[in-house]
């Protein structure tokens, strides 16, 4: 569980470059750059707000400060799953509130025991904090030298990763139905809705669809010991 978390971390990092050059680019400075990418460090909000700013400039801060807030709200719904997974201790949940993000909640929710998945979490979560800033400061220095990153396929880098986490789940039909279900609803919305809102109705279609079980087995076999619930 260590090598993948390390393995997610460092396709993080990869596009971290890419979220630094998009925010020098768009008017930001690199103090600026690197101060969000280590205190918001929410690398889809982050993308988000840059991407207001470039199309609208300063005047689009308001809608920026709210497309990255809508965005974030999934992490929230995150802290709920890894908080059995994190443990007690006032400092050890500041600290995971901190990391709590896509990456570290995928890996830590595929392992099979309480132990690989507290493992699975902090280094995940280590990994790609420590490569995300490095790398935000990378692409922020280089900026406009780099061109346009999407030329290097680090845009892609972050779904690549998590169809690798997401791949070996797909095992059932109820499963199946619950991913294309919202990938179908966030390849439909994206472009009619502010970003951050697809993510979420995606969500909310994963969780109905899930919820009522309509595609899996009447009588579902309990998890594995040590997953907390």
Known sequence: MARRGIAVGLSAAAYGISYGALAVAAGLDVWQTCVMSLLMFAGGSQFALVGVIATGG???GPAAIASAAILGIRNGIYGIRVA???????WRRLAAAWVTIDESTAVATTQSTLRTQRIGFWV????????????SLIGALIGNALGDVRTYGLD????AAFLGLLWP????L???AV????????TVTTPVLIPGLPVLVAGVVAVIVGGFNWFGSRNPQPEPPGIPT
């Open 58 to 60: 300063v005047a689009a």
């Open 84 to 90: 059995p997974i994190v443990g007690a201790g006032r």
């Open 169 to 172: 789940r797909l095992r059932q």
């Open 156 to 159: 892609a880098a972050a779904a």
């Open 174 to 176: 109820q499963t199946i």
């Open 179 to 186: 991913a294309t279900a919202a990938a179908v609803i966030a």
């Open 124 to 135: 995940t979560a280590v990994s790609v904090f420590v490569g995300w800033n490095l790398t």
